[in-house]
C-alpha cells in the first residue's frame, strides 16, 4: 500500500522544500521503505526549460528526456532513485493536458473548470506511475496563500479525502524569524501560514520550522497549541554547515519517527551511517583545491547547482575541500584572464546558451591548455575547447559556432536528426525552442586506451544530454591533427561526446552533463578523477 506525504511552505520561498523533502526521503529509505519524489510546481511554463537560470535556477534533465525543476537533483542526490518525466508537472502541463482532452471531447461537452477537470488532472498525475512504492512524498512548489498554487491544494485536500488519512499525510514548512532587537523567535508567521492552510481545508499533521537558532520548549508548544499539532510534530528545522547533515539532524529531531507514528507504522532505526560518513569528510578534509568555474550565470548560484554538488562529491572521494572560485567568463573579454586563473588548480567551463561571454570561456580553455592547468568543459564548454583547438593550433581563424551566427568555419554546428533507441529523431532550425534539445540519457562509446576510459573503466557509459548544437565531425580530421582527441562518440559513430589531449595533465570537454548523475555516496568518476588532477596541481604549484 503506497503512502503519499504531501509537503508544502508558508511564511516566505527558498524555506528549503526540496531539501527537506529530499532528506525526508533519506530518511526513510535508511528505515527500509522504498520511496519516490515529485515535485508539482504552480508556474504556467510547460516545464523550466525555456526559463532563464536568473529565473529559476539549473534545469534538472532525467533519463528519460523530461526538463525539470532543480528539486529533482536534491531528490537524486539524497535517494540514490532515479527521477522521471512522470516525477515533475507544471501547471501549463495540466492545462495544456486538459485543453486537449476538451479540443478531443474527452469531457462529452461538459462544461470544463478548474474543479473537477484540472483538480482531478492532477490528482491523476500524483497517483500514476506508482508501483510497489512504501511512500510517494509530494512537494507543493511555491508557498502557500499563493493564488497560482491554490488548484494543487484543493487537489490534495480531495485525495486525502479519497485515500483516507491512513494513506496521507500533510507535512509544511515554516520559517521562525529571529528579531534581535526583541531577543526572540516569533511564531506568529507560522500561526498566520497554517490559518492559510486551514482556509482551504487542510489541517497539517507536522511542522517543521525552519530557524537559524535553537527553538525553545515554549515556543514548540506554543505552536502546537496554536496551530492544532501534537507537541512531538513540531520539528526544528534548524540551519547546518552542510547540507549533507541534514538527514542525519532531521532523524535526531524525531522527523521520520513521527511520519511512522502518523501511518501507524512499526519500523527499526535507520541506518544513517552513510552520511555520517559523508559529514566526516565534509567537515575534516585532508586538504584543499581551488578550482575556477568559468561561467555566464555566476551571479546566482542556483544555476549550476548540481555542478556545484558535483564538485563537493569529487572533493569527498578524494577526501579534500573544494573551494569554488565563480568567475563571470565576460571578465576576460576586457582583462587578462592570468590574474583570475592562475592561483586556481582546476578550470571548469560549464554549460550554457548564446554567444554572450563565449570569448571569455575561449579564453579560460586557451589558459588551461597552455599552463598545463587541469581543464574539465560540460556541454558548451566542450564546444569551446573545440573551438578554441581549431583557431589556435589548426589554423581555422575563423572557427565558431553557427548559435552566434553565420560561420565560414561551422566547427560546432546546429543539430538537426539524430539516432535514440533506434529511431530517427528530427529537429528543426526555426522550431520552438521548448523541448527541441537533444535531451535525456544517451549512449557513448569510449576509445581503448583514452583516459576517458581509464576513468569510467568502461567501454560503454549512459549519460544524459541538453543541448541544441553539435561539433561538426568533417572537422575531426584537422583537429586530431592538432592533438585533440575524440575518445567518446555516439553508438553510430557520428555525434561526438568526448574530446581530451592525451598529453595533457588532465583536459577532458564533454558533450553531456555527468554532474547530474553525481551522489554524495557514489561521486561521479569524472569529478572524481578531476579534483584528483587538480590535487596533484595543488602540490606543484
Not at 177 to 202: C, D, F, N, R
Amino acid at each position: 500500500m503506497t503512502r503519499f506525504i504531501f509537503i508544502t511552505g508558508g511564511v516566505v520561498s527558498s524555506l528549503g522544500k526540496g531539501l527537506a523533502s529530499a532528506a525526508l526521503g533519506a530518511c526513510l529509505q535508511a528505515r527500509g521503505f522504498k520511496v519516490r519524489l515529485r515535485k508539482l510546481d504552480p508556474y504556467l511554463n510547460v516545464d523550466p526549460g525555456t526559463m532563464s537560470p536568473y529565473q529559476h535556477g539549473e534545469v534538472y534533465v532525467t533519463d528519460d528526456g523530461a526538463e525539470t525543476d532543480l528539486d529533482l537533483g536534491h531528490y537524486e542526490r539524497f535517494t540514490g532513485v532515479a527521477s522521471r518525466k512522470s516525477d515533475n508537472i507544471t501547471t501549463g502541463r495540466i492545462y495544456s493536458d486538459v485543453i486537449a482532452r476538451e479540443r478531443r471531447g474527452d469531457y462529452l461537452g461538459a462544461t470544463v473548470q478548474v474543479i473537477p477537470h484540472v483538480t482531478n488532472a492532477i490528482k491523476d498525475f500524483i497517483k500514476s506511475d506508482v508501483t510497489d512504492e512504501d511512500f510517494v512524498l509530494c512537494e507543493i512548489g511555491g508557498t502557500v496563500g499563493d493564488i497560482e498554487s491554490l488548484p494543487f491544494l484543493e487537489a490534495i485536500r480531495q485525495l486525502a479525502n479519497e485515500l483516507g488519512r491512513e494513506r496521507t499525510m500533510f507535512i509544511h514548512l515554516t520559517l521562525l524569524p529571529y528579531i534581535p532587537s526583541a531577543g526572540e523567535l516569533k511564531t506568529k508567521p507560522t500561526q498566520h501560514s497554517v490559518k492559510e492552510l486551514l482556509s482551504v481545508g487542510i489541517q497539517p499533521d507536522l511542522l517543521m520550522c525552519r530557524s537559524e537558532r535553537d527553538i525553545p520548549e515554549g515556543e514548540r508548544k506554543k505552536i502546537a497549541l496554536f496551530c492544532n499539532v501534537r507537541y512531538q510534530a513540531v520539528i526544528p528545522a534548524l540551519d547546518v554547515d552542510t547540507i549533507y547533515q541534514v538527514p542525519i539532524s532531521y532523524h535526531e529531531q524525531g522527523l521520520d519517527a513521527e511520519v511512522c507514528r502518523h501511518f501507524h507504522i512499526e519500523s527499526a532505526e535507520p541506518k544513517l551511517d552513510r552520511w555520517t560518513n559523508i559529514v566526516e569528510r565534509v567537515r575534516q578534509p585532508e586538504g584543499e583545491v581551488t578550482i575556477a568555474v568559468v561561467g555566464k550565470y555566476t551571479s546566482l548560484l542556483d544555476s549550476y547547482k548540481s555542478l556545484a554538488e558535483a564538485l563537493t562529491h569529487g572533493g569527498i572521494a578524494n577526501n579534500v575541500k573544494v573551494r569554488l572560485n565563480w568567475i563571470d567568463s565576460q571578465i576576460f573579454e576586457r582583462e587578462d584572464a592570468v590574474q583570475y586563473l592562475e592561483p586556481c588548480h582546476g578550470i571548469l567551463v560549464p554549460g550554457g546558451f548564446g554567444e554572450r561571454g563565449a570569448s571569455g570561456k575561449i579564453e579560460a580553455v586557451r589558459f588551461a591548455r597552455e599552463r598545463k592547468v587541469p581543464y574539465f568543459g560540460i556541454c558548451f564548454g566542450m564546444q569551446m575547447a573545440v573551438i578554441e583547438t581549431a583557431r589556435n593550433l589548426a589554423g581555422l581563424d575563423h572557427a565558431s559556432s553557427t548559435e552566434f551566427g553565420p560561420s565560414d568555419e561551422p566547427v560546432v554546428g546546429l543539430m538537426t536528426e539524430w539516432l535514440k533507441g533506434g529511431a530517427l529523431e528530427k529537429r528543426k532550425a526555426n522550431g520552438d525552442l521548448g523541448g527541441t534539445l537533444r535531451l535525456g540519457a544517451y549512449e557513448c562509446h569510449l576509445k581503448p586506451g583514452s583516459r576517458a576510459r581509464e576513468i569510467y573503466g568502461s567501454d560503454v557509459i549512459s549519460e544524459r544530454h541538453r543541448h541544441r548544437y553539435e561539433v561538426n565531425m568533417d572537422y575531426r580530421p584537422v583537429l586530431e591533427k592538432a592533438g585533440l582527441s575524440f575518445s567518446g562518440l555516439s553508438p553510430d559513430g557520428v555525434l561526438p561526446e568526448i574530446v581530451e589531449y592525451p598529453d595533457h595533465p588532465w583536459f577532458i570537454g564533454v558533450q553531456f552533463h555527468p554532474e547530474l548523475k553525481s551522489k554524495p555516496f557514489a561521486p561521479h568518476p569524472l569529478f572524481t578523477s578531476f579534483i584528483a588532477a587538480a590535487l596533484r596541481q595543488s602540490r606543484l604549484v
